[in-house]
């Protein structure tokens, strides 16, 4: 049988594709942005400010801070690659989350297993990168390649039987075997996944054997976000599915995305990964589901993949935490990066 032998979990946000001094281009858009959920609550940039004052937030996101914490978190990036390589692969099962990138208001899974026998990231349109927000065409370069499309390895028979297991399980899940056209008619992958193979992988220069699995969850867009709970079940069904795979190849788990943005939460982001690294579902579950919206939703996918690893005889182990504040009002991405061995 099939053996989940590793673990990966790494944030992706366009903070990390982008120099220090250009956050700000971000934090634009946080200050016009009327609707930040923090804690339970939605504000305004002006009242997060206000509410958050106290946090003296302005002394975390200097010039110096800055460049040390994006410094820190390109040293653990540089990282990810190798330990992924290490670990030997025949297949990396990536849990991520589209933005309306590929999958749009007219069909919006909760779930959906990708069985392709390739996986298409294509480059980005001129028109598609004039059409971003302020701050995200300046970090495409890090989801997608410049030049050319790029196809990788699918693994449609892991990802077959993933979803026959599944269904036994009571999971009714969505099934491709090439992305929708999206948006922009580009049918390519989304970021979540293009980060890894791009960024991370480096387009799989040391694996080049090495294929993927990608499964999305709906973790930002009601009305259909599984809970956390649900969330936690999925994964260990999946778990589940990987070990009865009739194979004798290597099996790595990814997670994609988070920690706490688009504004930064350190209390939340260390409660969870407390409850990751010590497997406590009880706290998982228990935090308010209001905890895991907007940007923080993409918590979600690592709980996933701490559902998968259970049973592998996996431990958690944090390789590093960097929030990278952009603003006075606390707004940023808490840069997360750490691994199942």
């Not at 990966?8 to 956050?23: C, R």
């Not at 799989?204 to 973790?219: H, Q, V, Y």
Request: hydrophobic share 40%.
């Amino acid at each position: 049988m099939a053996e989940i032998v590793f673990g990966v979990g790494s944030s992706h946000t366009p903070m990390l594709g982008t120099q220090p001094e250009d956050w700000d281009q971000r934090a634009e858009a946080d200050r016009n942005n009327p609707a930040h959920p923090f804690r339970g609550g939605v504000y305004t940039y002006e009242e997060l400010a206000e509410l958050r004052k106290s946090e003296n937030l302005a002394a975390q996101h200097t010039a110096e801070v800055r460049q040390e914490r994006h410094d820190a978190s390109q040293a653990v990036l540089n990282q990810l690659g190798d330990k992924i390589a290490a670990a030997e692969l025949d297949v990396l099962v990536i849990f991520g989350d589209d933005q309306r990138e590929c999958f749009l208001l007219e069909q919006s899974p909760a779930f959906s297993v990708y069985n392709g026998e390739k996986v298409l990231n294509k480059t980005m349109s001129q028109e598609r990168l004039d059409a971003m927000p302020p701050g995200i065409a300046v970090a495409a370069w890090t989801n997608v390649p410049e030049d050319h499309d790029l196809e990788y390895a699918g693994e449609p028979e892991l990802a077959d039987h993933v979803v026959s297991s599944l269904m036994v399980d009571e999971f009714d899940v969505s099934v491709s075997s090439k992305m929708p056209d999206g948006k922009w008619g580009e049918n390519g992958i989304g970021h979540a996944f293009g980060f890894f193979y791009h960024r991370i992988l480096n387009d799989f220069e040391s694996c080049k054997d090495m294929a993927t699995l990608p499964i999305f969850i709906n973790t930002f867009f009601p009305p259909n976000q599984p809970t956390a709970k649900r969330v936690l079940n999925f994964g260990k069904a999946v778990g589940n599915a990987i070990r009865s795979w009739d194979s004798d190849k290597r099996v790595g788990i990814a997670a994609s995305g988070g920690f706490s943005h688009f504004v930064i939460d350190e209390e939340l982001d260390q409660r969870i990964l407390k409850a990751i690294a010590d497997g406590d579902e009880a706290a998982i579950i228990n935090e308010p589901e209001y905890s895991y919206q907007s940007g923080s939703s993409e918590i979600k996918n690592w709980i996933a993949a701490m559902g998968a690893t259970q049973g592998s005889g996996l431990k958690f182990d944090l390789l590093d935490y960097v929030p990278c504040y952009r603003s006075d009002a606390g707004t940023g991405n808490a840069n997360t990066f750490g691994v199942w061995t």
